[in-house]
Nanobody, 127 residues
Framework: QLQASGGGSVQSGGSLRLSCAAS????????IGWFRQAPGKEREGISC?????????YYADSVKGRFTISRDNAKNTIYLQMNSLKPEDTAVYYC?????????????????????WGQGTQVTVSS
């Protein structure tokens, strides 16, 4: 029910904008998290945005100051603007809905707290 898109290959220092769109869910009422998983590494929660009426956001230290999460309610889409990309940002990126809560916890997103997941989109950053 979620679809992540916008990945690609960029050079270090470049930018990409990922999108997370929903077909059957009104994302206005959901907190949405972004996760990434690099080959051979554990999945990492990197950002979360609370439901529209709240709007609070959270960023992991690894992306703070470089990534920006936002939502476009008219398009029922969540975005992750990624600037100043580094080779260590290379991973498959996923979006997911936070279950039970509509406000992001003030800590790194934890995967087992999220239920609906989109398929991933690959981001590759070359040096």
């Amino acid at each position: 029910q979620l679809q992540a898109s916008g990945g690609g290959s960029v050079q270090s220092g470049g930018s990409l904008r990922l999108s997370c769109a929903a077909s059957r869910l009104n994302l206005d009422y959901y907190a949405i998290g972004w996760f990434r998983q690099a080959p051979g590494k554990e999945r990492e929660g990197i950002s979360c945005i609370s439901k529209s009426s709240d709007g609070s956001v959270y960023y992991a230290d690894s992306v703070k100051g470089r990534f920006t999460i936002s939502r476009d309610n008219a398009k029922n889409t969540i975005y992750l603007q990624m600037n100043s990309l580094k080779p260590e940002d290379t991973a498959v990126y996923y979006c997911a809905t936070l279950s039970l809560l509509s406000t992001c916890p003030t800590r790194k997103p934890v995967g087992n707290e999220y239920d609906y997941w989109g398929q991933g989109t690959q981001v590759t950053v070359s040096s």
